[in-house]
């Protein structure tokens, strides 16, 4: 090859794999955040916030948008960069109408209004002090109601 | 296994109209046999407890017939998945030397951590060892084909079950290993993360994807997210390893000079020693490598060998998808395991083309 340097080995050790219950990742050795990220201020009320990520979850957002809102296939909500615009009525236009050549189907035959208007105030609250975060709970009012879930 | 309509019957109600199970991955044909292999991708819903039974035929490894598209056999690697566990990884067709007679077989690295080396012929698996730290299961039992699962880390709805290896992103994805005919070796990267995973129950809206599961993942034992290493697929054994600080996301290139090529998500394109696994070489690039490294014969008669670089796919959407640190449970919990690795990388798109020296 051109320009080939040697360089030192960096064989690893002959070992086989373990496996079974022993068998343990390293939570604790998950990297350090970047960079600090200084957090917002929430305007709304908590209860429309916590309302609104009951939908976020129940409405399958977070498979896209990440499990708090920091992105996946779509777009991250949460870092203040805002494609369609940020202000609460631009967030609601995108919900109810969706951005289908994104990939992003429209809520507006899905959602009421007020259930869009909890979704922005989660979206809102994203980064502040008052975020939500909870998951399996989003359930725990609506497990068992009859046709809501498969 | 055989039986009418088992795609059907092992799913509740019609939860197998909509239960993944996609085919996305690599297609191996084999002239002697006259055959076709691929796999299956994992079962939807994510949440295990929408979807009791085996979930044929997901997972599962197909030989199939080219002309009439009949299955000659088949063989599910992972039944009713619970942890994302796909089965498109490649299947790389080989005849190897196996119990005192050439055996004609197909090597096949699954995201659940285990290596088989299967009767491509028949479907009978002779060997399925792991290639990395895993827990969700012991071993393989050769009789009945079933991994030997450990009950307390599969996951439930309404719990989160903690430290499970590997990850939903496997301990391989779909980057493809290579074989040497020469030292009768396999090369392939490797991924070494863990996982914490909540279920929880998941309606099926068209247009979004269909889950029911809170993930998180972390670097596996000993901390390094990643390795490249050489397999014995006839004794089931690791020759040597390389450990990475991030998964190893390129595809492997053998060549017949007896090196092996592989990339990091950092950017280091390596030349490796077949035989002892020593790096011979090393240069790094602005972006990280996932994709495969090739070789190849050009019109001016001369030898060239080519990666593209530009770090993306599951583990590298951090960087390309600007997604936020913050979220652990971004990009299905990725993030949470690799949130670092935009201060050692940048998004990028480049072919590099070397030529071999006269």
Same mark, same amino acid.
């Given at each position: 090859l051109a320009a080939v340097t040697l360089l030192a080995s960096a064989c690893g050790e002959e070992r086989g794999p373990e496996t079974g219950a022993a068998v343990a990742g390293s939570p604790?050795?998950?990297?350090?955040?970047p960079r600090k990220i200084e957090p917002r201020r929430f305007q709304g009320r908590l209860a429309n916030a916590r309302a609104g990520r009951v939908q976020f979850i129940q409405n399958n957002c977070y498979g896209c948008?990440?499990?708090?809102?920091?992105?996946?296939m779509g777009p991250s909500l949460?870092?203040?960069?805002w494609e369609h615009g940020g202000s609460d009525s631009a967030i609601a236009h995108s919900i109810r109408e969706g951005h289908p050549d994104r990939g992003m189907p429209p809520f507006k035959n899905r959602l009421s209004e007020r259930q869009v208007m909890e979704l922005v105030s989660y979206i809102q609250s994203?980064?502040?002090?008052?975020e939500p975060t909870f998951f399996l709970e989003a359930w725990d009012d609506t497990m068992h109601v009859a046709g809501r879930v498969p | 296994m055989r039986g009418p309509d088992l795609g059907i019957t092992s @799913?509740?109600?019609?939860?197998w109209r909509r239960g993944g199970s996609t085919v996305w991955g690599w297609l191996s044909y084999d002239p002697g046999l006259d055959l076709l292999y691929y796999g299956t991708a994992n079962p939807g819903v994510w949440n295990p407890d929408q979807r009791e039974g085996?979930?044929?035929?997901?997972?599962t490894i197909f030989a199939r017939d080219?002309?009439?598209?009949?299955?000659r056999w088949a063989y599910q690697?992972?039944?009713?998945?619970? @942890?994302?566990?796909?089965?498109v990884n490649e299947n790389i067709v080989v005849d190897l030397p196996i119990g005192g007679r050439t055996r004609k077989v197909l090597v096949h690295f699954d995201r659940n951590g285990f290596a088989y080396t299967i009767d491509?012929?028949?479907?009978? =698996?002779?060997l399925a060892e792991p290639f990395q730290p895993i827990n @969700?299961?012991?071993? =393989?039992?050769?009789?009945?084909?079933r991994p030997v699962e450990v009950a307390a880390k599969r996951p439930k709805q309404g719990e989160i079950v903690r430290n499970?290896?590997?990850?939903?992103?496997?301990?391989?994805?779909?980057?493809p290993a290579a074989f040497s005919p020469r030292t009768g070796l396999f090369y392939s990267p490797a991924v070494n993360l863990c996982m914490d995973y909540g279920a929880f129950p998941a309606e099926h809206i068209?247009?979004?994807?269909y889950l029911g599961a809170a993930v998180k993942m972390y670097p596996g034992p000993?901390?390094?997210r990643g390795s490249f290493f050489a397999w014995d697929a006839v004794e089931g054994r690791k020759v040597w390893e390389i450990k990475e600080?991030?998964? =190893? @996301?390129s595809g492997a290139l053998a060549t017949a000079g007896d090196l092996v090529f592989y990339g990091t998500m950092d950017g280091w394109l390596k030349a490796v020693d077949?035989?002892?696994?020593? =790096?011979l070489w090393r240069k790094r690039f602005d972006s990280g490598i996932v994709g495969n490294p090739i070789s190849y014969l050009g019109p001016d008669g001369k030898e060239y060998l080519a990666v593209y670089s530009g770090v993306g796919g599951w583990a590298g959407a951090v960087v390309p998808g600007?997604?936020?640190?913050?979220?652990?449970?971004?990009a299905l919990g990725a993030v949470n395991a690799m949130r670092d690795l935009p201060e050692h990388t940048n998004p990028g798109g480049m072919i590099h083309v070397f030529a071999l020296e006269d």
């Open positions: 604790e050795a998950a990297p350090e955040l948008h990440g499990g708090q809102a920091g992105g996946s949460r870092d203040g960069d994203l980064r502040t002090p008052a | @799913w509740p109600g019609q939860e085996d979930n044929l035929w997901s997972t080219p002309a009439t598209g009949a299955a690697m992972s039944p009713h998945d619970a @942890w994302d566990y796909d089965g491509r012929a028949t479907g009978e =698996v002779l @969700w299961a012991t071993d =393989v039992d050769l009789e009945s084909g499970i290896c590997p990850s939903a992103i496997g301990a391989r994805d779909q980057q068209p247009g979004t994807p000993g901390g390094h600080k991030f998964p =190893v @996301w077949a035989r002892g696994g020593e =790096v600007h997604l936020s640190p913050d979220d652990p449970y971004a």
